[in-house]
């Protein structure tokens, strides 16, 4: 179980980095008279290839919810800092228990087998009601 314990904590260490990233290019600012352009789907686009790419794209992401929010209408003063203070780490970090991560792991990789392999009765039964209310059976099973 090593593995994905170590995939769950790179990916909090890249949350607190993009966090961090968001924030900083929120105190800079954006240049609105550059002429530049965002692709919002990015579902065929290629990965990036080194942090010098990755962080571009992220600049041009908050960059177009930030723009989003001028043409909406919000005051350029308020909004930032708004966002700046809005954007706040806890000092002290969620305590996810090692079973939840347990149950993620095992989520994600029985998603990928079949749908209907969910591990953790909880986790289970919700997908079980889902199902029920998607087919509109009408009925629940309740364990008991």
Not at 84 to 110: G, H, L, R
Not at 124 to 130: C, L, Q, V, Y
């Amino acid at each position: 179980m090593s593995i994905p314990f170590g995939i769950f904590n790179l990916y909090q260490k890249r949350f607190a980095e993009r966090f961090d990233y968001s924030r900083a290019l929120l105190k800079k600012g954006f240049d609105f008279e550059k002429k530049e352009s965002y692709q919002f789907n990015r579902k065929d686009a290629l990965w990036a290839r080194s942090a010098d790419e990755l962080n571009e794209l992220w600049r041009m992401r908050v960059k177009n919810d930030w723009l989003r929010l001028k043409l909406a209408g919000k005051d350029d003063r308020a909004s930032p800092k708004h966002w700046i203070n809005a954007m706040t780490i806890p000092e002290q970090p969620v305590k996810i228990k090692s079973e939840d991560v347990f149950q993620y792991f095992m989520n994600a990789y029985s998603m990928a087998m079949t749908a209907y392999q969910l591990f953790g009765v909880r986790a289970s039964e919700e997908f079980i009601f889902d199902e029920a209310i998607s087919c509109c059976i009408g009925a629940c099973f309740i364990s008991g």
